[in-house]
């Protein structure tokens, strides 16, 4: 029998908890943000029911059609996440409905987004460096040497609050090897906690996603994006 939402949710707290205490970090905090690309509004309006707060949708266009409609969830009590590649024609649709981005990876998006946070009255608006810690274009991302020259121009732009990092594993699913992706991103926030950014420290690290989330919180993840393990399998 399939699981509700409310049971995987359940399932997956428990597990968050779990791979806390086995790492250690018992007291820390680990937000769950709800991936809701290809799944219904009334299946969201569930996961919201039982006490999440914060979705992610990967496409503008996607969220626009589910959820600025007149018949659609509030969007005010929601916390908003964009957290797929994000082009820089859709960041003035972007900026004024999302509390933050997790997918920065280029000088031309940094300063679009700075740009209309400032017109929209969102400065500074919150942001993640997506690094790309696997090699494979495809996923986007700074690469990691030259993740600190960006992040210094990045943090010097007061219209920004660069919150942490953010980074996607590979698609092996090898435990080790995933879990040295997400090590590595830990021990890269912690080079850049020890430098004097302009902005401030950006201590967050959003990785982990269905198939590896609690390696990632193992390794220190402070946001996991979880769309099939809350919601199964989703239409494409």
Same mark, same amino acid.
């Given at each position: 029998?399939?699981?509700?939402?409310?049971?995987?949710?359940?399932?997956?707290?428990?597990?968050?908890?779990?791979?806390?205490?086995?790492?250690?970090r018992?007291?820390?905090?680990v937000?769950?943000?709800?991936?809701?690309?290809?799944?219904?509004?009334?299946t969201?309006?569930?996961?919201?029911?039982?006490?999440?707060?914060?979705?992610?949708?990967?496409? %503008?266009?996607?969220?626009? =059609?589910?959820?600025?409609?007149e018949?659609s969830?509030?969007?005010?009590?929601?916390? %908003?996440h964009?957290?797929?590649?994000?082009?820089k024609? &859709?960041?003035?649709?972007?900026?004024?409905?999302?509390?933050?981005?997790h997918?920065? =990876?280029? %000088?031309?998006?940094?300063?679009?987004?700075?740009?209309?946070?400032?017109?929209?009255? &969102?400065?500074?608006?919150?942001?993640?460096?997506?690094?790309?810690?696997?090699?494979?274009?495809?996923?986007?991302?700074?690469?990691?040497?030259?993740?600190?020259?960006?992040?210094?121009?990045?943090?010097a732009?007061?219209?920004?609050?660069?919150c942490?990092?953010?980074?996607?594993?590979?698609?092996?699913?090898?435990? &080790?090897?995933?879990?040295n992706?997400?090590?590595?991103?830990?021990?890269?926030?912690?080079?850049?906690?020890?430098? &004097?950014?302009?902005?401030?420290?950006?201590?967050?690290?959003?990785?982990?996603?269905?198939?590896?989330?609690? %390696?990632?919180v193992?390794?220190?993840?402070?946001?996991?994006?979880?769309?099939?393990?809350?919601?199964?399998?989703?239409?494409?």
């Amino acid at each position: 029998m399939k699981k509700t939402v409310q049971e995987s949710l359940a399932e997956v707290l428990n597990r968050v908890e779990k791979a806390k205490v086995h790492s250690g970090r018992s007291s820390d905090t680990v937000r769950l943000v709800a991936v809701t690309k290809g799944v219904g509004l009334d299946t969201i309006q569930q996961v919201v029911q039982a006490g999440v707060k914060d979705l992610g949708e990967n496409r %503008w266009q996607e969220f626009r =059609d589910k959820f600025l409609s007149e018949h659609s969830i509030a969007v005010r009590t929601i916390q %908003w996440h964009f957290i797929g590649r994000l082009q820089k024609n &859709k960041v003035k649709h972007v900026v004024p409905s999302m509390c933050c981005i997790h997918s920065l =990876d280029r %000088w031309d998006l940094a300063g679009e987004v700075e740009r209309r946070a400032v017109q929209e009255g &969102k400065s500074p608006f919150p942001v993640f460096v997506q690094v790309n810690m696997t090699g494979n274009p495809a996923q986007g991302g700074v690469k990691e040497n030259e993740l600190f020259t960006f992040l210094e121009k990045l943090t010097a732009l007061e219209g920004l609050k660069v919150c942490g990092f953010m980074t996607i594993a590979p698609l092996c699913q090898e435990e &080790k090897k995933t879990r040295n992706i997400f090590s590595r991103l830990r021990e890269v926030r912690d080079m850049a906690r020890q430098r &004097k950014l302009p902005g401030g420290v950006p201590g967050e690290l959003s990785m982990g996603m269905s198939d590896d989330y609690e %390696w990632a919180v193992q390794e220190g993840a402070t946001i996991v994006r979880l769309g099939r393990a809350l919601f199964g399998e989703r239409r494409p």
